[in-house]
């Protein structure tokens, strides 16, 4: 595999630090064109891994024509799209344009300036997520080249595990709910203190933007606004309860497009946001800090959302302070032999031990490590077929068996 990263970001970074660890010799992960608009960022990245084979260079992540010709000059056959969710379908293009293969961690959507709410998305996106790539599938297809969209840990770790409880665990998978929390904190910090813990353009779209969950003995996708459908939810491992608030999210899309089969009616998305976050996200969209509209300042054109992004705490900056775990993963309701069933199968990643093992938070690490494992079974072939998708499409069995050799452990309990 030759890839290209475009995205040399804190996630990029953690990617790149595991597909080194996997393949040390250089088998099957040949070459990393680490490519970042600030081309310094991407040399630091490439500097820190130490080897020949991760090439920094610089690039514009929505000049797709830019893009292609680096594909073609490097001779890439594999792109790993890093970048914020705005730059997303221009490098999908690019990857289609140069036959190459491509993977997403997320897709880019754009709401409605008034949302409707309710019942279906299209009353309330402009582009719902993951239609521009899965609408392209055919167009693929015919080309005889893969996008896998949604590598992750949600999407993508997850999406496997409801894929594995629907094929080995339950006769019938009636719902699937995603959970995302954790008991992060920082020890004597402010009370104050705002923490994204992630990319901030993604919080910013993912959090905010109107919250699909699907229901299908509603009629199907059900919109609301920001921060509906609060519920507490005792997580395993120590962790403890946490209150969840619905937010936008692939998973409720793939999910009902690969998994319905298996008899699914309901499936949400659910995380668990720090209070001084939701409180700053509101003021932010109330102020208007969240568009993507130029305001003149004084002369100077400035988009608000990139003057947000540049000021607030970055998730690579965020490390040995933090403390306790984040947890994720699926809690899936259905029948076994007739008999009603629920399990909660998870992905544990604790901040400390990956501040000591990998020189990078939690947060960050569980995502790079999802992604990772995907690209590694891209890159020898396991995965593999002509067109787009997301990870439930395959075999959950040989992602489970990397988690458990490279030690991303996981783990399932019948509730």
């Known amino acids: 595999m030759k890839m290209m990263l475009v995205g040399a970001g804190a996630v990029g970074e953690s990617i790149l630090k595991i597909l080194k660890e996997r393949d040390k010799n250089a088998e099957w992960f040949k070459l990393a064109l680490v490519c970042d608009c600030d081309i310094k960022r991407a040399e630091e990245v490439c500097s ?3 080897e020949e084979r991760f090439v920094p ?3 514009d992540a929505v000049n797709t024509s830019e893009m292609a010709e680096l594909i073609r000059e490097y001779g890439i056959d594999f792109v790993m799209d890093g ?9 999908f ?3 289609y344009e140069t036959g190459a293969d491509y993977a997403n961690m997320g897709t880019w959507s754009v709401p409605m300036d008034e949302p409707k709410y309710g019942l279906g998305i299209e009353n309330s996106y402009i582009r719902p997520m993951t239609k521009y790539n899965f609408d392209s599938h055919e167009k693929w297809r015919k080309k005889g080249n893969m996008a896998v969209i949604c590598l992750g840990i949600d999407p993508g770790v997850v999406n496997v595990f ?3 409880v629907c094929t080995h665990l339950l006769d019938e998978t009636e719902e699937i709910h995603v959970k995302d929390g954790g008991n992060l904190s920082f020890p004597g910090a402010d009370p104050d203190d705002i923490m994204f813990g992630f990319n901030v353009w993604t919080v910013l779209d993912e959090v905010m933007n109107p919250n699909v969950e699907y229901d299908r003995e509603k009629g199907g996708f059900i919109v609301e606004k920001a921060f509906a459908g609060k519920e507490k939810f005792i997580m395993p491992d120590g962790v403890g309860e946490n209150t969840l608030v619905k937010v936008e999210h692939e998973e409720v899309v793939t999910m009902t497009r690969y998994l319905s089969r298996y008899g699914l009616k309901k499936c949400t998305f659910k995380i668990s946001l720090d209070e001084n976050l939701i409180t700053a996200l509101k003021v932010i969209d109330k102020l208007g800090l969240r568009s993507l509209k130029p305001v003149d300042v004084d002369g100077v054109s400035v988009v608000p959302r990139d003057v947000v992004a540049a000021c607030a705490p970055q998730p690579k900056d965020i490390g040995d302070e933090m403390k306790g775990k984040m947890l994720v993963g699926v809690h899936c309701i259905g029948k076994k032999d007739g008999k009603h069933k629920e399990y909660f199968m998870y992905q544990p990643f604790d901040n400390t031990k990956s501040m ?3 020189g990078s938070q939690a947060v960050v690490m569980q995502t790079g490590f999802g992604a990772a494992l995907a690209i590694e079974l891209i890159g020898r072939g396991i995965w593999r077929d002509k067109g787009v998708f997301s990870p439930e499409y395959f075999d959950p069995e040989p992602y489970l068996e990397l988690m458990r050799e490279s030690g991303f452990e996981y783990k399932i309990e019948e509730r």
Do not use: Q, R
């Open 48 to 50: 820190a891994l130490g």
């Open 57 to 59: 260079h610089s690039v």
């Open 83 to 91: 970048a914020p969710p705005f730059a997303s379908d221009h490098i």
């Open 93 to 95: 293009d690019a990857a």
């Open 162 to 164: 409801a894929k594995y």
């Open 356 to 358: 000591k093992k990998w």
